[in-house]
């Protein structure tokens, strides 16, 4: 780094006129020379160390409390409108007291940097609402440990027939379609073509929301017989 250029009252970095030498003060873990200054903007005197005039330091800081864009009474930022004007908070910037449209008609003090930027643009309705709905959106599609999910679903990146619940059966060369119903997977047959196995698969989406057990038992009661005894060996050796 290049030597500075020697400092002299008179001077001007930004908006910091040197006024005068004030000799040397400690400054983190070392003595540094400080300068008394007067601010052009707002006439404020204040003490700069050398190495910050016109770098770290254009201004008395008066600059930083002034906010970039006005905020009025009366402006909206999404479901919040400004009812009071705002109030500076050393260090926080300016502060603004809104109201909510939502139902409750809520206010809070809301910082103006995170009204301009849309960070904050209710009282926490929104978050609640999205919420609700997402959590229902879950609850509709699950019945009984099942995920209620349709064809159309992205299949899982393994599979080559695009259709969700139906794969390519190497062994016999036909399409398999399948469906989990309680975390039990339930076989729905082989096809040559993949339009019946696509078209088995969505039958039983269908009758996932009806008795879907006694449908399977009656639509393939072979399969259903096959899975009672190797699910509940128990139970049929006893009848």
Same mark, same amino acid.
């Given at each position: 780094m290049g030597k500075r250029t020697k400092i002299k009252p008179g001077d001007v970095f930004g908006n910091l006129e040197v006024i005068e030498n004030i000799g040397y003060r400690k400054y983190g873990q070392r003595?540094?020379?400080?300068?008394?200054?007067? =601010?052009?903007?707002c006439g404020n005197i204040i003490d700069v160390p050398n190495n910050n005039l016109g770098t770290v330091q254009k201004d008395c800081g008066c600059g930083r409390h002034r906010p970039r864009?006005?905020?009025?009474?009366?402006d909206q930022f999404g479901r919040l409108t400004v009812v009071e004007e705002g109030v500076l908070v050393p260090?926080?910037?300016?502060?603004?007291? =809104?109201?909510?449209?939502?139902?409750?008609?809520?206010?809070l003090y809301v910082r103006g940097d995170m009204l301009r930027s849309g960070e904050v643009r209710s009282c926490g =309705?929104?978050?609640?609402e999205l919420f609700q709905k997402n959590n229902n959106k879950g609850k509709n599609s699950r019945m009984q440990d099942t995920c209620l999910k349709i064809l159309n679903d992205k299949p899982q990146s393994n599979n080559v027939s695009g259709i969700r619940g139906v794969s390519w059966?190497?062994?016999t060369?036909?399409?398999?379609?399948?469906?989990?119903?309680?975390?039990?997977?339930?076989?729905?047959?082989?096809?040559? +073509?993949?339009?019946?196995?696509?078209?088995?698969?969505?039958i039983?989406?269908?009758?996932?929301?009806?008795?879907?057990? +006694?449908?399977?038992?009656?639509?393939?009661?072979?399969?259903?017989?096959?899975?009672?005894?190797?699910?509940?060996?128990?139970?049929?050796?006893?009848?």
């Open positions: 003595n540094m020379t400080f300068w008394k200054c007067r =601010c052009l903007r864009k006005p905020i009025s009474v009366g260090g926080r910037g300016y502060k603004y007291l =809104c109201e909510c449209s939502c139902k409750r008609h809520k206010r =309705c929104i978050h609640d059966h190497k062994a060369r036909k399409w398999y379609a399948r469906i989990t119903y309680q975390k039990i997977n339930y076989s729905l047959g082989y096809y040559d +073509e993949i339009e019946d196995a696509a078209e088995a698969r969505k039983a989406e269908n009758n996932l929301y009806k008795d879907f057990r +006694e449908w399977y038992a009656e639509r393939y009661p072979d399969k259903w017989k096959k899975m009672q005894e190797k699910l509940f060996p128990q139970k049929i050796n006893a009848s």
